[in-house]
């Protein structure tokens, strides 16, 4: 998982440029909170999310619904968005303790106003499934890597 944690005045092409680099790792398999926003303190980096959601479909990178409540990113529009771009998505509380679980309602809640399904949920997965999604994007990028050296 990563996710941008400075640097958030950069310009709408260098934050891309940064996230998309991280989206290309082969270790990284989801981008936590996309857009950056925290609801009571500031407003999200500018970021070309439909840059973004080309990447992930192309290298299959999820992108985290975080469902803190102070966060609650990514928005239901860009779910969809997600959804019909094949980008898959994960659901994270982003908790630090038990009794703040309970958040995972809130990111199914927008799950659901953006159209996800079950098959759209890398968290519904069984684990065997699970397994494969991570250890494919690892492969994936190493015959690319491969094909380059060639």
Same mark, same amino acid.
């Given at each position: 998982?990563? @996710?941008?944690? @400075?640097g958030f005045k950069q310009g709408k092409e260098k934050i891309t440029e940064r996230m998309i680099a991280a989206i290309r790792n082969p270790q990284v398999n989801i981008i936590a909170h996309p857009t950056g926003r925290l609801i009571s303190k500031r407003e999200g980096?500018?970021? %070309?999310? %439909?840059k973004v959601m080309e990447a992930c479909?192309? $290298? !299959? $990178?999820?992108?985290? /619904?975080n469902c803190f409540? %102070? =966060? +609650?990113?990514l928005n239901d529009i860009n779910c &969809?968005?997600?959804?019909e771009s094949g980008v898959m998505i994960s659901i994270s509380t982003d908790a630090h303790h038990l009794d703040q679980m309970w958040m995972i309602e809130l990111g199914? !809640?927008?799950? =659901? &106003?953006?159209?996800?399904?079950?098959? *759209?949920? /890398? *968290? $519904?997965?069984?684990? %065997?499934? +699970? #397994? $494969?999604?991570? =250890?494919? #994007?690892?492969?994936?990028?190493?015959v690319l890597f491969v094909f380059i050296l060639i």
């Open positions: 998982m990563a @996710s941008i944690h @400075s980096y500018e970021v %070309d999310m %439909d479909a192309e $290298t !299959g $990178t999820a992108l985290e /619904i409540y %102070d =966060r +609650l990113d &969809r968005k997600a959804k199914v !809640g927008i799950a =659901r &106003r953006g159209w996800l399904e079950a098959k *759209n949920v /890398i *968290n $519904t997965f069984p684990l %065997d499934k +699970l #397994k $494969t999604f991570c =250890r494919k #994007k690892r492969f994936n990028c190493l």
